[in-house]
């Protein structure tokens, strides 16, 4: 099957956490497709991110809730390339939202953990929490 997305584009990591949730999850992979099928063709709208101060300024970011029953829940963060509505999307992190994972990571690949120490606390964290869900 391929999935051909007219407005929608990834990040190489994005593509990684895909490859990452087929091997973890089949059924999560498909929703989500299926969620960014829809926010391709203009039918869904991500949920605006705030400027937080664990994960940097994500104002120009939305999230998408992957909640399907027994399977943990997982967050499609994307950022808006076009004039604020979504019309263009960059894929920036799929994972699971335990410990805000999918944030953090959206943080550190857009480079908005500008400081040092905070850039790599965050890192030690989505580490950890990669670590004991991978367990």
């Known amino acids: 099957m391929t999935?051909?997305?007219e407005r929608v584009t990834f990040l190489?990591?994005?593509m990684g956490d895909l490859r990452s949730l087929?091997?973890?999850?089949?059924?999560v992979l498909v929703e989500v497709f299926?969620?960014?099928k829809a926010l391709d063709a203009g039918a869904l709208?991500?949920?605006?991110?705030?400027?937080?101060a664990k994960t940097g300024?994500?104002?120009d970011c939305g999230k998408i809730g992957v909640d399907l029953d027994d399977q943990p829940e997982h967050r499609i963060v994307v950022r808006d390339l076009g004039a604020g509505n979504f019309e263009v999307s960059e894929v920036i992190a799929i994972e699971d939202r335990t410990d805000d994972?999918?944030?953090?990571l959206a943080g550190l690949r857009l480079g908005r953990l500008e400081d040092p120490v905070r850039r790599s606390d965050a890192g030690r964290r989505v580490d950890r929490i990669r670590r004991l869900r991978d367990q």
């Open 3 to 5: 999935l051909r997305f």
């Open 12 to 14: 190489d990591e994005a």
């Open 22 to 27: 087929a091997k973890r999850s089949q059924v």
């Open 34 to 36: 299926r969620l960014l």
């Open 45 to 52: 709208s991500p949920v605006a991110l705030h400027d937080d």
């Open 57 to 59: 300024d994500l104002t």
């Open 101 to 104: 994972l999918p944030y953090l």
